[in-house]
């Protein structure tokens, strides 16, 4: 018996699809744990590239070093950082923690997938296995704030370890890792 990792639906053995229509990983039944986190831990080191000062931390470390400023001045870091993550979103593809492609956005949705005349990062060249589809995720602003649309049904996809599903909408924050197939991850960044 199979089963999906993600809605845990089951499956004969002799079922030929890697992925459930979930988008979650199709598994037999007698695998163990840790092989899956073994699995995990492998796509995961696609963007094993996360620096020690990123700007989350830094946040912090301002905030730590500037607590005992008065509530105004609080009030105007906090404003100034809220226009500042407004500006627009890095996007950094790697692939074997080498950086492929980094690309600087102020639109409100940015379409990544294979060449398709709406693609704004085109991974064809990259992915020599074909996992990507044309429209694979969208990322969107709504209000000031980033959100990543899972649109494809073929490869599952993972943000921060957790799975997309398939139309499901999430809100992105600084440094978030967002794996697209096997060997395909990127991070993102607010400008």
């Known amino acids: 018996m199979k089963k999906c990792l993600n809605c845990q639906r089951e499956y004969e053995d002799d079922y030929p699809e890697e992925f ?17 986190e073994k699995e995990m831990n492998e796509f995961l ?15 912090i470390g301002d905030y730590e ?4 400023l008065d509530d105004a001045e609080i009030e105007k870091t906090e404003k100034i950082e809220n226009i500042a993550e407004t500006a627009g979103i890095i996007i950094k593809v790697y692939s074997s923690k080498k950086e492929l492609i980094e ?6 949705e940015i379409l990544i997938g294979r060449k398709n005349p709406e693609t704004d990062i085109d991974l064809e060249d ?13 990322i969107i602003r709504e209000n000031n704030e980033y959100y990543l649309l899972r649109l494809t049904k073929k490869t599952p996809i993972y943000l921060n370890q957790n799975i997309v599903k398939i139309g499901e909408k999430i809100k ?4 978030d890792k967002i794996i697209i197939s096997k060997k395909i991850g990127i991070q993102v960044s607010f400008m």
């Open 20 to 36: 459930c229509e979930c988008g979650g990983y199709i598994i037999q039944e007698q695998q163990t744990e840790k092989k899956i």
């Open 45 to 59: 080191k696609v963007l094993n590239v996360v620096h020690e000062n990123n700007q989350l931390d830094e946040t």
């Open 65 to 68: 070093i500037n607590k005992n």
């Open 103 to 108: 690309k600087n956005f102020l639109y409100d």
């Open 126 to 138: 990259f992915d020599l296995e074909k996992e990507i589809s044309k429209r694979h995720i969208k």
């Open 172 to 175: 992105l924050n600084d440094a």
